[in-house]
């Protein structure tokens, strides 16, 4: 066993300075972390290795994907006959519903004063399908099987057909990570479709529920109210559903009062989602806040949520001056 | 400098088969506290095999669960790297301790990776105060003994 000659290993094991090899991998993360932060030139780094990792995870949720493909190929005539029923019903009466639109959307145009009818608010739409689900206290993500090869692009809204669902966090060449509204770093603004109450929607890791932290006591809200986004924020536009109030407790003791909603997508429904991209020229297109000029930069600081004013001898003033603050948190507060 | 009797390949392998049960798809309550099975993976090469991986593969594990998880790069790696550093250092100790021992060891190394991980998610402005992060380091810790003795089968005892 004893060698005589170049190779450096000798018995007595001269181990590696581990101390000195730790201390530069130390440095190198921080320095990672620091200007990851910060965003920049990192983004494109990071949408390059999740382009090494996307074909893992591909892999690793194959089985279910196998799964989900052999059902669907062996589901049977019945089945595909009641299926089909159901879709020619739902069909009949959206078409019923959407009857009288045109007519609907002229009078609009001669109530504004407008020459024409306004164009569509959505002017172009994508079916990205999820590729891994991660639902946590943690983190609410999706991980979507859309990436810039196809358009998207970060802080793009993200839609089902039941309601708002996220918007896009990160974005790789064949992939993209959604953040949901249910994320605890997400906040949304939002309003009343009834009162026209103006505030924010927060997640608290829960797939099922969404809170209302800065809604004063006296202000007017109750169970089975419709939330709509309000257009601030400048990533969704005006009036899209987002959730349906179920609770609001009042607590006298309180300044604000304790409300919870419940989302009106899920997505453990579907598998589909939509990206969409809206008319920027359309009155109920999201505010000229621009994120993405803001994102671009890549403001990765944390923004805390605005404080409403809760000054309850003027109700009005103060649910007005909730969301003025508010533009800032529709981006993920990373 | 490459040592013939390292083994390099079961290394890479058994790494990337516990990155893919990492990300494999479970429902809500279990995925909340799944072992950190990567992590366990890499104590174990740093303490049976410093000289194959070493903290270059710790990094680079820890990168992998960054770019994953979606976490800021270098969080994960950080504390991972700081996990394999503290268990090479001790390894021959290591190797000469009952399974309870290791265990135990491992318990505190899996929970100083979650301290460092929930520390610079406050810095970063993630905080999430869940007290279901905890558990894991526990489940980590019960499942070392077969983590050990499967991967011990991998490869000749040195």
Same mark, same amino acid.
């Given at each position: 066993m004893a060698t005589f000659g170049s190779n450096p290993r000798s018995l007595t094991g001269r181990s590696p300075a581990y101390g000195f090899r730790f201390f530069v991998y130390a440095v190198i993360c921080i320095v990672l972390m620091f200007y990851d932060q910060r965003g920049g030139w990192l983004e494109s780094v990071r949408g390059a290795m999740s382009a090494i990792a996307y074909p893992l995870q591909l892999a690793v949720n194959s089985p279910s994907a196998a799964g989900r493909w052999i059902r669907s190929n062996f589901t049977d005539r019945a089945q595909l006959t009641a299926e089909n029923e159901a879709l020619a019903t739902e069909l009949r009466q959206l078409k019923l519903k959407s009857l009288r639109f045109s007519a609907l959307e002229? *009078?609009?145009?001669?109530?504004?004063?407008?020459?024409?009818?306004? =164009?569509p608010l959505i002017n172009k739409t994508l079916i990205g399908e999820v590729v891994s689900v991660e639902l946590s206290v943690l983190r609410q993500r999706l991980l979507i099987n859309r990436g810039t090869a196809n358009g998207v692009k970060k802080a793009q809204p993200v839609i089902t057909a039941d309601g708002v669902l996220g918007q896009v966090l990160r974005v790789g060449p064949w992939s993209s990570e959604i953040i949901l509204i249910t994320d605890a770093e997400h906040a949304l603004p939002v309003e009343v479709l009834?009162?026209?109450?103006?505030?924010?929607?927060?997640?608290?890791?829960?797939?099922?529920? +969404?809170?209302?932290?800065?809604? !004063?006591l006296n202000s007017d809200?109750? *169970?089975?109210?419709? +939330?709509?986004?309000?257009?601030l924020g400048g990533?969704? =536009?005006?009036? +899209? =559903?987002?959730?349906?109030?179920? @609770?609001?407790?009042?607590?006298p003791s309180q300044s604000l009062a304790h409300i919870l909603a419940t989302p009106t997508s899920r997505i453990e429904r579907d598998r589909h989602v939509l990206f969409v991209w809206f008319t920027p020229t359309h009155p109920a297109a999201a505010g !000229?806040? @621009?994120? *993405? @000029?803001?994102?671009?930069v890549g403001s990765g600081t944390y923004q805390p949520l605005p404080v409403p004013r809760a000054t309850p001898t003027t109700p009005p003033a103060a649910s007005a001056a909730t969301p003025r603050a508010a533009p800032d948190t529709t981006a993920p507060r990373e | 400098m490459s040592w013939p009797g390292e083994p390099r390949k079961m290394l890479a392998l058994t790494m990337l088969l516990a990155l893919g049960m990492q990300l494999?798809?479970?429902?809500?309550?279990?995925?909340?506290?799944?072992?950190? #099975?990567?992590?366990?993976?890499?104590?174990?090469?740093?303490?049976?095999?410093?000289r194959a991986g070493g903290i270059l593969v710790a990094w680079i594990a820890g990168l992998a669960l960054d770019i994953t998880k979606g976490a800021v790069l270098g969080q994960h790696a950080l504390a991972v790297c700081l996990v394999a550093y503290i268990a090479i250092s001790f390894h021959q100790r290591l190797r000469n301790q009952t399974?309870?021992?290791q265990s135990l060891f491992? #318990?505190?190394?899996?929970?100083?990776?979650?301290?460092?991980?929930?520390?610079?998610d406050g810095w970063t402005g993630h905080a999430v105060n869940s007290p279901w992060r905890w558990i894991h380091p526990m489940l980590g810790a019960a499942l070392w003994p077969i983590v050990a003795l499967a991967l011990g089968r991998t490869h000749t005892a040195r």
């Open positions: 002229r *009078e609009n145009a001669d109530l504004r004063r407008l020459q024409e009818p306004l =164009p009834r009162s026209g109450l103006r505030t924010i929607a927060v997640g608290v890791g829960e797939a099922d529920r +969404l809170t209302l932290p800065y809604v !004063p809200i109750r *169970e089975g109210d419709q +939330l709509v986004t309000s257009g990533v969704f =536009p005006q009036g +899209l =559903p987002v959730a349906t109030v179920t @609770s609001a407790k009042r607590d !000229p806040a @621009s994120v *993405e @000029s803001e994102q671009s | 494999l798809p479970l429902p809500v309550w279990l995925a909340i506290m799944r072992p950190a #099975f990567l992590v366990l993976v890499v104590l174990y090469w740093c303490i049976a095999a410093p399974m309870l021992q491992v #318990f505190a190394m899996l929970a100083l990776y979650e301290v460092v991980v929930w520390t610079i």
